[in-house]
């Protein structure tokens, strides 16, 4: 049985600090791996998807990495700014498609301004 | 131009008592799903269904049930309501392996 893991659970930084996120995963047979975002009262936001094959993904101040022999994965959040604040899950997929999701509790991150 | 929506946004009704909670996504997506937020902030796949396959997480008691009209609508019914059924329940959509796009949640409490 798959499970995720993210450490800490909780993070609190000042605004313009680089910081990392981090995800673990008991059985490395993972078909994808998605980071989300989760805002108050609000549904989750895709951020990255990390195809098992690939090592990471970037988008804009977010890197996503990939170690599926290890079983880990951080989201590398670069000069943070007090709109990231969020809870940000990591989700691993053991199968085709988006299903099989096995969702991790999260990282509450607080930026301060 | 919102992508996932689902109503009502807060629920609140006694045990015992079906009540239904509706999903549309205007995405084009094929495959629509209902995840479960507990208390404790763990989020849990309820159903996959497309126009081909309902997949059923074998925890879900049969109380639950999803109905879809049509590909891009896919409620959530549930009959005889328990306190332990009170969470956020979060609909979504994706298309192939595509990231899954969620709606902003339904807090359902049972009283």
């Known amino acids: 049985k798959q499970e995720v893991t993210q450490i800490p659970a909780a993070l609190s930084v000042p605004e313009g600090e680089n910081l990392v996120l981090n995800c673990s995963f008991t059985?490395?047979?993972?078909?994808?791996l998605q980071w989300f975002r989760q805002d108050p009262g609000k549904g989750l936001t895709s951020l990255l998807l990390i195809q098992s094959s690939q090592r990471e993904q970037t988008s804009g101040r977010l890197n996503a990495s990939l170690d599926k022999s290890s079983g880990r994965s951080t989201l590398y959040i670069a000069a943070s700014q007090p709109g990231d604040s969020a809870t940000y899950l990591c989700?691993?997929?053991?199968?085709?498609?988006?299903?099989?999701?096995?969702f991790g509790k999260g990282t509450k991150l607080s930026v301060i301004p | 131009d919102t992508a996932v929506s689902q109503t009502p946004k807060y629920l609140v009704t006694q045990m015992g008592n079906d009540k239904s909670i509706k999903c549309e996504q205007n995405?084009?997506?094929?495959?629509m799903y209902w995840y479960k937020q507990d208390s404790k902030k763990f989020l849990k796949i309820m159903f996959s269904y497309n126009n081909k396959e309902l997949i059923i997480n074998e925890t879900v008691p049969n109380r639950f049930s999803p109905k879809s009209p049509d590909k891009a609508h896919l409620n959530l019914h549930i009959n005889s309501l328990e306190l332990g059924d009170s969470a956020v329940y979060f609909c979504?959509?994706?298309?192939?392996?595509?990231?899954?796009?969620f709606g902003n949640g339904t807090r359902l409490t049972v009283t």
């Open positions: 979504a959509s994706s298309r192939g392996n595509s990231p899954l796009h």
């Open positions: 989700a691993v997929s053991s199968g085709a498609g988006s299903y099989q999701l096995t």
């Open positions: 995405l084009g997506h094929d495959t």
């Open positions: 059985d490395s047979a993972i078909y994808n």
